[in-house]
């Protein structure tokens, strides 16, 4: 059995979408007999949130410093003691990636790279000084020598191309766990449902509250559009990152918005599935995205969603399962016509799409087999598995 370390930074909601899609990979790929084991760091909400794994819980290292950077004492002996036969690091312009390096150069350890998001322009460009800096240092070394590049999408794959890249590309979407179809609407209800009244509909947004995800531009659109949107209410639901929650609550005072956007904060586990359940449809009007794994959920509910091409799942609008949101307020504001125009069929029809869609596509089970035969591509002379390309 090959032993994997999944390197990855927090081991909770503060890691963001990682939280889910790490946690499930590492799930998926123990069910092909691979050993894979996370190493994270504790913070303030790992105790809370460490319900969520099974008996494999992350193995933990000392963090010291700035979290952002993730420097760890005692990283290089946790990981030698796990003597992993492949490192796939699960972030860049970490200190995690300068480990990672010195275990390929030390001791030919191969190293698999996700960079989730992280090469894509936008994200380049956020502060660019600093990840400059931090390039210079390791990441590009650390980058231009792995074995393998993980993609979630083809349109990671031509960023990673982009940065200058000419590695192998393993394009793998994250996955979904399907839904229990025992739990009903009216068998939960989210601790934010009385702010609701009961006649009006509910626009969800859920995940990190930060500039990319586009949620200032949404919110000015919203204020454009109240005659339009008399019947909804968009409950943005997530953890805030930066203090970017209060300026988008002092943004929705301003346009005096209070009674129809609600901050309703983090919502995991059961709590995450009952906001699912009573929402009507679904927004990431995110300018930058890996593979987001919110969206792949609410198609899981059969929710209707409205996404920006940013968010890399051209699948979405070819099968008919979501609505196009341009970056931008114009964008959202058309976006939201759109939504205030579809008849409540149409957005069955939106939900059921998205839902067929997930359960072809994105699957753990698929995700995991397909890692699976990459990490063993690169240890053996086995065929080249057809998800992964070279030019």
């Known amino acids: 059995m090959m032993n994997v370390a999944l390197l990855s930074g927090s081991d909770s909601r503060k890691s963001g979408g990682l939280y889910n899609s790490v946690r499930c990979l590492a799930d998926s790929l123990r069910k092909k007999q691979v050993n894979a084991r996370i190493l994270a760091h504790h913070d303030e909400f790992s105790e809370q949130d460490s319900k969520a794994y099974d008996a494999y819980a992350p193995i933990s290292y000392a963090l010291k410093g700035p979290a952002n950077f993730g420097y760890s004492p005692d990283i290089r002996r946790v990981l030698k003691e796990q003597q992993p036969d492949v490192i796939h690091t699960q972030c860049l312009w970490m200190y995690l990636s300068k480990v990672s390096l010195s275990f390929y150069q030390k001791y030919r350890t191969p190293h698999v790279i996700s960079p989730r ?101 949404l919110i000015e659109a919203w204020s454009m559009d109240q005659s339009g949107m ?32 609600l901050f309703v904060g983090s919502q995991l586990g059961k709590d995450k599935a009952a906001s699912y359940l009573h929402a009507d449809a679904f927004i990431l009007p995110s300018l930058s995205e890996g593979l987001p794994m919110s969206v792949l959920e609410a198609w899981s509910y059969q929710l209707p969603v409205l996404i920006t091409p940013q968010c890399n799942l051209p699948e979405g609008f070819q099968a008919n399962a979501a609505v196009c949101v341009n970056p931008g307020v114009e964008g959202n504001g058309q976006a939201l016509q759109t939504l205030e125009q579809l008849s409540e069929s149409e957005l069955l029809s939106l939900g059921r799409n998205g839902y067929a869609l997930v359960k072809d596509k994105f699957t753990w089970t698929k995700v995991g087999s397909q890692m699976a035969e990459v990490y063993e591509w690169i240890l053996t ?11």
């Open 230 to 261: 008399k019947n909804w209410c968009l409950v943005i639901a997530g953890w805030d990152e930066g203090g970017h929650r209060a300026a988008l609550e002092a943004q929705v005072r301003t346009h005096g918005l209070q009674e129809t956007i």
């Open 381 to 391: 002379d086995k065929k080249k598995p057809d998800c992964i390309i070279l030019n």
């Open 117 to 217: 998001g992280m090469l894509d322009p936008w994200a380049v460009r956020h502060s660019a000084w600093k990840k400059k800096l931090v390039a210079t240092w390791f990441e590009n070394k650390h980058l231009h020598s792995a074995a393998c590049m993980h993609a979630l999408c083809e349109s990671e794959a031509r960023a990673i191309r982009q940065y200058g890249l000419t590695n192998p590309i393993a394009i793998i979407p994250n996955g979904i766990s399907l839904p229990s179809t025992d739990i009903t609407r009216d068998a939960v209800e989210p601790n934010w449902r009385d702010q609701v009244p009961a006649h009006k509909k509910v626009l969800l947004f859920l995940g990190r509250i930060h500039p990319k995800k586009g949620l200032a531009s």
